[in-house]
């Protein structure tokens, strides 16, 4: 197993897979831990929690650069990125203890309430796009329930997974509580399907969550899966354009473009079209592709050249199909897994920048007649992870947010993100369950009632 550096496609370093019988020990000492950590109280959990914490911020450069040379973020965004981890490690070491308590609920008996369980040990499929988020955004409340975890990382961050468990361990979490186990992707049945993982989690592509899901299923093991996106984002006629471009932008290239809830399918209506078009592609083309360690980097290589390749196929395929090329568009000569920014319009149903999801900084700009079409539109996908809607009408923008797009984070006049205090996730072939906030960390409790006569 390599991990390469996606700017230079250079080795960075090789792995040895790691057999089943020591994954098997890594997870029957993790139950063991598990069974002791159960017993601790909400304080003790923070404590570590904070420490992570503190850990975080004090070495995030570093992590910044471990991100940048093993995906290509660009460096200030894997700065930002670990901030953001230390961010959600404090927030739960603040509110788990509210968000868990004992909840009573009147009824015949002398006393009956609600009370949150830990599960056991929770399996964590994490992707390379968000290395460090994508698993403190999970590993945080899981903890702090008092769970256990075993991180499987995307193989080609896996430098990142080994760095995450080093601090943990740091924080003085016991070193068998939370372990990384280095797998290839294809030898995952039999660790989803082991006694000693209770609950799976998996942030990644549809067709990966679906197996997953299939695989914890056959075991009933429950199961909370963050998938894939094309998020629209609905550009009404009362839109502050230029405003709503620079959100647009910026939503569509953060993280060069990999990122599940970026905007995908811009749906503009026509009266406004022109002049979002315009103002849209020059703040595009303003943006600098390039080295992700350059501090005038927008956007760093794609994590994979595999990857770069098949957003291209998609938005040649889009164009065989009558997609018209306003920027960008062309693979470039070279080493590593440069993509151009790219602005494709005149996508209708049936092109793969319509119906599939393009991870990567290609835009796609859909002409509608009105806002009625605009919603129609927005819906038409099997995905259903975020959406966003632009409109100086703020409290018809937010109605049209909260009863008519079909999306588990829909927001008005700004960029969906995922925060520590609300809850994420889709529906659709966007998978279900939730990360974060209050209904995060009571994925992966049993909620038991008790009833005292």
Request: charged share 25%.
């Amino acid at each position: 197993m390599k991990t390469i550096n996606p700017a230079t496609g250079k080795v960075i370093k090789e792995y040895d897979e790691m057999g089943f019988d020591e994954v098997d020990e890594i997870i029957q000492k993790a139950n063991t831990a598990q069974a002791d950590w159960k017993k601790t109280g909400f304080e003790e959990r923070g404590s570590s929690l904070n420490e992570i914490a503190g850990i975080l911020r004090e070495q995030k450069e570093k992590l910044g650069r471990l991100m940048a040379e093993e995906m290509g973020k660009p460096l200030e965004q894997g700065i930002g990125e670990a901030e953001k981890c230390a961010w959600v490690c404090e927030y739960y070491a603040e509110h788990a203890g509210e968000f868990l308590k004992d909840d009573p609920v009147q009824t015949d008996a002398s006393k009956s309430y609600v009370t949150f369980n830990p599960l056991g040990v929770v399996l964590a499929i994490m992707p390379w796009n968000f290395p460090f988020w994508q698993l403190f955004r999970f590993a945080a409340p899981a903890l702090m329930a008092g769970n256990g975890a075993v991180l499987k990382h995307s193989e080609n961050t896996t430098g990142c997974a080994l760095k995450i468990e080093e601090l943990i361990h740091e924080a003085g979490i016991p070193k068998d509580l939370f372990r990384t186990i280095v797998r290839d992707k294809s030898n995952m049945k039999e660790v989803i399907q082991h006694q000693g993982i209770a609950a799976v989690t998996l942030t990644g592509s549809t067709r990966a969550g679906k197996a997953v899901a299939a695989q914890a299923g056959e075991m009933l093991k429950k199961t909370v899966l963050e998938l894939g996106g094309s998020d629209p984002s609905l550009i009404l006629k009362d839109a502050d354009i230029k405003a709503s471009a620079e959100t647009c932008v910026n939503s569509r290239l953060l993280n060069s473009g990999q990122s599940c809830i970026a905007a995908k399918r811009f749906v503009v209506v026509e009266d406004v079209y022109d002049e979002f078009l315009a103002e849209f592609t020059a703040l595009m083309e303003a943006r600098k592709v390039g080295n992700p360690f350059d501090d005038n980097t927008d956007v760093g290589p794609q994590a994979r050249v595999d990857l770069r390749d098949q957003l291209h196929e998609q938005v040649n395929e889009s164009i065989k199909n009558g997609a018209e090329l306003v920027m960008g568009g062309e693979k470039p000569e070279g080493d590593g897994a440069f993509y151009p920014v790219t602005i494709l319009k005149n996508v209708k149903p049936g092109m793969p920048a319509y119906s599939e999801e393009l991870f990567g900084p290609v835009a796609s700009i859909i002409k509608v007649k009105d806002e009625e079409e605009a919603i129609q539109v927005a819906n038409d996908t099997n995905y259903g992870l975020g959406a966003s809607v632009y409109s100086q009408d703020v409290k018809h923008a937010e109605e049209i947010a909260a009863t008519k797009l079909e999306a588990g984070c829909c927001f008005v006049n700004e960029l969906v993100k995922s925060d520590p205090r609300l809850p994420f996730g889709g529906i659709k072939n966007s998978g279900y369950g939730r990360e974060l906030g209050l209904y995060g960390i009571h994925e992966f409790v049993n909620t038991k009632t008790v009833y005292v006569k």
